[in-house]
C-alpha cells in the first residue's frame, strides 16, 4: 500500500495503513435510521464509542445529502454542528492522531466548523455547490476531501449516464487536483462517490475499477457503507446490510482504498486487521505492469 503523509495544524501524519472514518449524522433524516442523532450530548457518546473502537476520523454532518432530502438553511446547518464539534474535539485530544472532519458543501460552515475545533472538510460536491469552498479551504490550509457528485442531491439520480464511468471520473480529478495544487491546498483526499449521481451498475464498475484511481497519487476515501449498492443487491434494507457492506469493504481495500466512511467502526476496523494480515506487502502487485 502507498504511504501518505497528511498535514493537519501543522504536523505531519503517516497514512501506511487503511484508516476508518466514523460517520456522525447530526440530522433527523439520514437514510440510515440508526445513524440518526440529533442531541449534542448522543453524538459525543457516539463519538467517544467509534473512537475507541478504531476510527481515526470522526466525519460530523448536518445535512443529509440522500436523494430526496428535506434542504436545510446554512443557520439549521451549522446551528446542528455548533456544539457537537468542540465536545468531540475534546475527544480527540485525548487520543493522538485522531481527527474531526465536517461533512459539508458550504464554505461559511466549512470556515466556522474549522474555526470551532474540526481538523479537515468533506465536500461532496468537490467546489461545484459553493465557488467559495476552494478559497476559504486554501485560507484555512486543512486537508480537503474532495468528491465526484453527478448533480446535486435533488438531481443526482435522475438518470445519469457516463461514457464510461471510471475514466470520466479520473478525468474529474486530474482536472481539479492540479488547479486546488496551485492554490495551495496540497492535502487532498479523493472520493469518486458511491451512490452520488450513479446507476447500480456505475457503483460496481467503479469498484471493480477503484485501483484505477491510484494513479492520481491520492489517497482514496471509499463511502459505501449501508448505501443502496449494497441492500438492493442483496434485496434487503439499510438496518440488514451490515454483512455486505463488510464483504464490499474487504473489495475496497483490495482495489487500493485507504480510508473506509463507515457506519460500523468496529466491524471495519476489523475487516482492515484482516486485511493488513492477508496483504501484509500492499496490493501493488494486484495492479497491471503499465499501472504501477
Not at 445529502?65 to 446551528?79: M, T, Y
Not at 488547479?179 to 491546498?185: E, R, V
Request: with cysteine.
Amino acid at each position: 500500500m502507498q504511504e501518505f503523509l497528511l498535514k493537519v495544524e501543522g504536523t505531519i501524519h503517516t497514512l501506511s495503513t487503511p484508516w476508518v472514518m466514523g460517520i456522525l449524522n447530526i440530522t433527523p433524516d439520514s437514510f440510515y435510521k440508526e445513524s440518526r442523532i440529533t442531541k449534542p450530548l448522543e453524538a459525543v457518546e457516539r463519538a467517544e464509542q467509534m473512537l475507541s473502537q478504531g476510527a481515526k476520523i470522526i466525519d460530523i454532518g448536518g445535512y443529509s445529502s440522500r436523494p430526496s432530502a428535506s434542504p436545510v438553511s446554512q443557520e439549521e446547518e451549522w446551528n446542528r454542528l455548533q456544539n457537537v464539534i468542540p465536545a468531540v474535539r475534546a475527544l480527540t485530544d485525548k487520543i493522538p492522531g485522531t481527527f474531526i472532519s465536517v461533512d459539508t458543501f458550504r464554505a461559511s460552515v466549512a470556515e466556522k466548523a474549522i474555526d470551532a475545533g474540526a481538523h479537515m472538510i468533506n465536500d461532496i460536491s468537490a467546489g461545484n455547490l459553493d465557488n467559495k469552498m476552494h478559497k476559504v479551504v486554501a485560507k484555512l490550509k486543512c486537508p480537503y476531501i474532495l468528491m465526484h457528485m453527478q448533480g446535486d442531491p435533488s438531481t443526482m439520480q435522475d438518470n445519469p449516464s457516463y461514457r464510461h464511468i471510471t475514466q470520466d471520473i479520473v478525468k474529474f480529478f486530474s482536472e481539479r487536483l492540479p488547479k486546488l495544487h496551485d492554490m495551495g491546498i496540497h492535502d487532498t483526499i479523493i472520493d469518486v462517490g458511491f451512490g452520488f449521481g450513479k446507476t447500480l451498475e456505475h457503483n460496481y464498475q467503479l469498484l471493480r475499477e477503484l485501483h484505477a484511481f491510484q494513479l492520481l497519487g491520492r489517497p482514496i476515501l471509499t463511502g459505501i457503507s449501508r448505501k443502496s449498492m449494497v441492500y438492493k443487491a442483496l434485496n434487503n434494507t439499510a438496518e440488514e446490510s451490515l454483512n455486505g457492506s463488510t464483504a464490499l469493504h474487504m473489495a475496497a481495500l483490495l482495489q487500493g482504498s485507504n480510508i473506509l466512511r463507515v457506519h460500523d467502526v468496529k466491524e471495519a476496523h476489523e475487516t482492515i486487521t484482516l486485511f493488513t494480515q492477508l496483504m501484509p506487502n500492499g496490493i501493488n502487485h494486484l495492479l497491471q505492469p503499465w499501472e504501477r
